[in-house]
């Protein structure tokens, strides 16, 4: 009895952080409830401008392992995101195969992105339609160069 107990917490912990901080592990960063109103971020790119967009801060030993596996097809880290109707971004999660994620530096890229992506804002235009984008995909490719 005193084991089901302690598995509980457990698992309810780590259920937060993985919600929160460990994007790389399957959670979300910046969680936001989608309202009954939305719209594919596809569909929404032309009511949308970017004002604010920077790139991630990736660990420094992301290069080391570019350089050794040159001849594998991991070059990018893909994240999901949507854009809510202040212009922040919220639902930030990883978007590639799950297989990517068996190296553990590429892994530790996915939390730098969603950080980058947390801190983007957007601006919607005037028109018709929800102001609330779904499903916005960012790519962050990486290249070594000579």
């Given at each position: 009895?005193?084991?089901?107990?302690?598995?509980?917490?457990?698992?309810?912990?780590?259920?937060?952080?993985?919600?929160?901080?460990?994007?790389?592990?399957?959670?979300?960063l910046?969680?936001?409830?989608?309202?009954?109103?939305?719209?594919?971020?596809?569909?929404?790119?032309?009511r949308?401008?970017?004002?604010?967009?920077?790139?991630?801060?990736?660990?420094?030993?992301?290069?080391?392992?570019?350089?050794?596996?040159?001849?594998?097809?991991?070059?990018?880290?893909?994240?999901?995101?949507?854009?809510?109707?202040?212009?922040?971004?919220?639902?930030?999660?990883?978007?590639?195969?799950?297989?990517?994620?068996?190296?553990?530096?590429?892994?530790?890229?996915?939390?730098?992105?969603?950080?980058?992506?947390?801190?983007?804002?957007?601006?919607?235009?005037?028109?018709?339609?929800a102001?609330?984008?779904?499903?916005?995909?960012?790519?962050?490719?990486?290249?070594?160069?000579?």
């Amino acid at each position: 009895m005193m084991r089901r107990v302690w598995i509980i917490p457990v698992g309810l912990l780590a259920s937060a952080c993985a919600s929160q901080e460990l994007v790389h592990f399957g959670g979300t960063l910046n969680p936001v409830e989608r309202p009954s109103q939305t719209v594919a971020c596809r569909q929404a790119q032309p009511r949308l401008d970017a004002i604010e967009r920077r790139g991630p801060d990736f660990p420094s030993d992301l290069v080391y392992y570019l350089f050794i596996n040159q001849g594998t097809n991991i070059r990018a880290v893909v994240m999901s995101y949507d854009v809510t109707e202040d212009g922040t971004t919220g639902n930030i999660r990883y978007g590639g195969a799950i297989s990517d994620l068996d190296n553990g530096t590429n892994r530790d890229a996915t939390l730098p992105a969603a950080r980058a992506i947390a801190d983007w804002t957007f601006a919607w235009s005037d028109g018709p339609g929800a102001r609330f984008a779904t499903g916005c995909t960012a790519r962050f490719d990486f290249t070594l160069r000579q």
